[in-house]
T-cell receptor
């Protein structure tokens, strides 16, 4: 059974800092991994999608990497801003489970 | 950018009542899903739907739940007799294929409160 863990559970950083969010998964037989942003009480906004054959994806200040063999992904946020404050979720699609399995999320607060 | 639309955004219902949550997936997507998130917990898979039938469902998706694509554009989740523990945010999602080669697009959710 696929298990997805995200560390840290919460993070508070001053504006301008670069930061790394971690995601690990137990079953490496994934098709892809997707990072989402969730604002309080709101829906899931897709940030980056990495296919199992890819090593990283970039969008603006965001960079996501994938090491499938070790079951890890990181989301790097450069020059953080208060508007980045949200919960970040990673989710993996595993062929054996035929569904997205979500992590517990990292709640990020960027302070002025 | 194409969106998945969910209505209503918030629904309050009495325990034992039936509720229908509605979703309009992205028009060229073929796979449709319902997930839910109980407050403070992980997002959990409920059901996937393809070619007018359920393709996968979780143990949460018991006989109280049903899904339907009544008219080729809407995708609905019905809970027959709501329980307090059904209170959660329900998310609809769609994708072009089962593995989500182009990713999964989620709607903004329906917050269901059972009182």
């Amino acid at each position: 059974k696929q298990e997805v863990t995200q560390i840290p559970a919460a993070l508070s950083v001053p504006e301008g800092e670069n930061l790394v969010l971690n995601c690990s998964f137990t079953d490496s037989a994934i098709y892809n991994l997707q990072w989402f942003r969730q604002d309080p009480g709101k829906g899931l906004t897709s940030l980056l999608l990495i296919q199992s054959s890819q090593r990283e994806q970039t969008s603006g200040r965001l960079n996501a990497s994938l090491d499938k063999s070790s079951g890890r992904s990181t989301l790097y946020i450069a020059a953080s801003q208060p508007g980045d404050s949200a919960t970040y979720l990673c989710a993996v699609y595993t062929g054996t489970a035929s569904k997205l399995t979500f992590g517990t999320g990292t709640r990020l607060q960027v302070t002025l | 950018e194409p969106e998945v639309t969910q209505t209503p955004s918030h629904q309050v219902t009495q325990m034992g009542q039936e509720v229908i949550l509605r979703c309009v997936p992205i028009s060229n997507h073929l796979y449709f899903y319902w997930y839910r998130q109980i407050l403070g917990q992980k997002v959990e898979f409920l059901v996937s739907f393809y070619n007018n039938e359920i393709s996968e469902k979780s143990e949460i998706f018991d006989d109280q739940f049903s899904v339907e694509r009544p008219d080729g554009s809407n995708f609905t989740l019905k809970i027959r007799s709501t329980k307090l523990e059904d209170s959660a945010m329900y998310f609809c999602a769609s994708s072009t294929n089962r593995q989500g080669v182009q990713g999964y697009t989620f709607g903004s959710g329906t917050r269901l409160t059972v009182v």
